[in-house]
């Protein structure tokens, strides 16, 4: 006895640790897991890196279930001493412990239990150890029927494997046996389980199994305490003893639901679907109107996969409970999985007509829609859920991603806009806004909503690193430079920011500082054949073509059908004039991507450009034009082949076009257009376009050289003219 005392006392004492780490994971809850779920689930206790999650219903424990990888991982970021998570159905915890009911006076202990107390502290040598001692067995044993309520009352266990199973966590009855036992006998059992329970609550399952078996030396037909040492037995990894375990109280307790739960969970556990599915449709037949036996069941056949008899399962229990909200949302998910959209659409509508609170059936719903090509309806869906929910900000922040997915961002700016004002120390709902005002271009307002994120969390390298992205093409270089820079004194090994800060020494002209980053990079990551890409397009800027094409060529070393690395070996082997190889490269990319109008087009302009294959150049542009219509840079090409084939007209007309759809004033485009209107007989508009193309590039020597000849033969007629006339 003295060393079950010790043992009582020191389990007694939480892991001071593990509760600090509990109370901090409670207050960073819902920044951590966001509002939606921090709404349906709550942490309730960590033993030995588990954290014990409460969830309030089955639909988000099955939800929670799949997301936790997700959540460990954030969690554990957080949190070191969270390893694992266990989810279980129940009420949530009250933020605040609601003080317990005051019991009725428990009798004083006769002399022969106050003797049987100081016998058994007699072993302890500190004093004040002794008397605590002393003080705990004295509670236990005056209150011992009391005591086993309230042990019976709290959560049966904190281990790490699965969700417990529903009876055995609402199995709270005192303990039932085949036949009564003495009062001291009741006594002691309710002594050793309160250890068994306090070793369980620690995840000390074996040494709760040590102190349970001692239980049922004093009280052996109790089923109630051979279903708990079925449980923590399966927990201490023990799986046939606690089978056994299992059937001895279910042979105790035939009548008693619970009993058979746990008996059909421990069999799952091993795979024995059949048997396991045989003790649940026992339970529906003790209490046709209990849900969870249904659920369950239904659960192990999606286990399996058999899609239809947990369908089956789930009608019947819609039919026994019609207004049952659960079971439309579980025969929905389920039609979902089975790509049954309509029926699912129905089943998921009628859930939340029974619960427009039901968050999860709400979701179903819009994914339901979305799934069936219908996006409309899905946000039409969850415009409804937030007019149902107006205190549920998760609906709000679905819509504006729904709406963010259909490219509608204007309308996600609404959304994102009002979920970022009502929670602004979220830095994730900055980060969406910013992205929503970068997808619109509007760059001085994504750039200030990413810098947002970055002063409520400055290590954040990803928010940092799309504030300086927004700043770069905003044209606020400097200040864009300065962030990257920032990312590389805290990452020097950050791949996209060495990438995004050598293209902008590259705009800035400093083509040495950009080729010796990239080169740093590219000894990084020397596998990486993007890389090789833009060491190649930066020596290419340097106008430094055979290391460009010596780079490009590595790249293709490491991946062959890369198409951006051919397309840009080709240009450079334009600029080389190694005409053959270059169209080779461009047609390689055509095989690779037969969607890549740039390719279609570089080809027929080199051709129009050498008055070669010109028929071929036309088809070739043509392609290209099916792919981009509105391209200005191939209606140029275009009216350029049709000028080398001398339809002077019609190249004309391509080439005012071409002027008019060019994303920018372009001096070829000009001077192409200049060409066509001399043709033409148009002198004075001829000179126009070329005085704008020597405008746009005032290095154009070819173009003054035209201007000038132009202008020296129209002097020349008009001189003559002067003299003819009378």
């Known amino acids: 006895m003295p060393r079950a005392v010790r043992d009582l006392l020191t389990s007694a004492v939480p892991e001071l640790r593990e509760r600090l780490v509990e109370d901090a994971v409670r207050r960073a809850w819902a920044g951590i897991v966001g509002a939606d779920v921090a709404r349906r689930a709550r942490p309730q206790r960590l033993v030995n890196g588990c954290l014990e999650i409460v969830v309030d219903n089955s639909p988000w424990l099955s939800e929670l279930t799949l997301r936790a990888p997700e959540l460990t991982a954030r969690l554990g970021a957080r949190f070191a001493g969270v390893q694992k998570l266990r989810f279980v159905v129940g009420a949530l915890p009250a933020d605040t412990p609601a003080p317990l009911p005051r019991a009725p006076r428990p009798p004083s202990l006769t002399a022969e239990q106050a003797r049987d107390v100081e016998s058994a502290v007699a072993a302890i040598v500190d004093d004040d150890l002794r008397a605590a001692a002393r003080r705990l067995l ?43 036992a003495k009062p001291t006998e009741a006594a002691e059992a309710y002594y050793h389980y309160s250890v068994a329970q306090l070793h369980a609550q ?36 023990q799986p046939e003893p606690a089978l056994v375990a299992a059937r001895r109280a279910v042979s105790l307790a035939p009548d008693d639901p619970a009993g058979h739960l746990t008996l059909a969970e421990l069999l799952r556990a091993q795979k024995k679907y059949v048997e396991a599915e045989s003790e649940l449709e026992k339970v529906i037949a003790l209490n046709p109107a209990a849900e969870e036996p249904y659920l369950t069941l239904a659960r192990y056949y999606v286990e399996q996969k058999a899609y239809d008899k947990a369908r089956a399962v789930l009608v019947r229990l819609a039919d026994r409970h019609p207004r049952l909200a659960q079971a439309q949302f579980l025969l929905g998910r389920l039609a979902v999985e089975t790509e049954n959209f309509d029926e699912a659409i129905a089943r998921l509508t009628r859930a939340v007509e029974l619960d427009p609170d039901h ?23 969850y415009r409804r859920a937030v007019h149902a929910n107006p205190d549920n900000p998760a609906f709000v922040e679905r819509l504006g991603d729904l709406l963010i997915r259909l490219g509608r961002f204007k309308e996600a700016q609404t959304e994102v806009e009002a979920l970022a004002q009502a929670s602004p120390r979220d830095a994730r709902l900055w980060m969406k806004l910013g992205a929503v005002y970068y997808e619109q271009k509007v760059w001085d307002k994504a750039a200030d909503a990413f810098r947002r994120a970055v002063l409520l969390e400055p290590n954040n390298l990803r928010a940092r690193y799309f504030l300086a992205t927004s700043l ?17 004194k805290v990452d020097p090994r950050s791949v996209d920011a060495r990438v995004q800060l050598a293209f902008l020494h590259g705009r800035g002209k400093r083509y040495d500082e950009a080729i010796a980053l990239l080169r740093e990079t590219v000894n990084l990551e020397p596998k990486r054949p993007e890389l090789f890409l833009y060491l190649g397009t930066a020596y290419f800027r340097a106008k430094d073509y055979d290391r460009a094409a010596s780079s490009l060529r590595e790249g293709l070393s490491l ?57 071929e150049a036309a088809t070739l542009i043509e392609r290209a034009l099916a792919l981009e219509p509105e391209n200005g840079y191939f209606i140029d090409s275009l009216g350029w082949v049709y000028y080398q084939q001398g339809r002077y007209a019609d190249a004309l007309r391509e080439l005012k076009r071409a002027v008019e759809k060019a994303r920018e004033p372009d001096p070829v485009i000009f001077e192409h257009l200049g060409d066509a209107y001399v043709k033409n007989g148009l002198h004075e508009e001829a000179l126009a376009a070329w005085e704008k193309s020597l405008q746009l590039d005032p290095t154009a020597d070819g173009v003054k050289k035209k201007i000038q000849e132009l202008r020296d033969r129209l002097g020349r007629v008009q001189g003559g003219r002067s003299r003819l006339a009378p």
């Open 559 to 615: 991946d062959d059908k890369h198409r951006d690395l051919h397309f840009q070996l080709g240009v450079v082997y334009e600029k080389q004039q190694r005409f053959d190889e270059a169209v080779q490269q461009f047609r390689r990319v055509i095989a690779i991507d037969p969607k890549h109008a740039e390719a279609y087009n570089y080809v027929g302009y080199m051709y129009a450009e050498r008055g070669e294959n010109l028929d």
């Open 359 to 381: 968050d999860a059936a709400w979701t179903a719903l819009a994914y339901a829609f979305e799934a069936k090509r219908v996006p409309d309806q899905a946000v039409e869906v």
């Open 138 to 180: 004295t509670t236990a044993r005056r209150h011992a029927p009391a005591l086993g309520a309230l042990v019976l009352a709290g959560t049966l266990g904190a281990g790490c494997a699965t969700a417990a199973p529903p009876a055995a966590q609402a199995g709270n009855d005192p303990p039932r046996r085949a036949r009564a």
């Open 202 to 237: 620690a995840g000390r399952f074996r040494e709760a199994v040590a102190a349970v078996e001692e239980a049922l030396k004093h009280d052996g037909d109790s089923p109630f305490l051979w279903r708990d040492l079925a449980q923590w037995l399966a927990r201490a990894d």
């Open 472 to 488: 770069m093409d905003g044209g606020r270089d400097d200040d864009a430079r300065a962030e990257l820079e920032r990312i590389l």
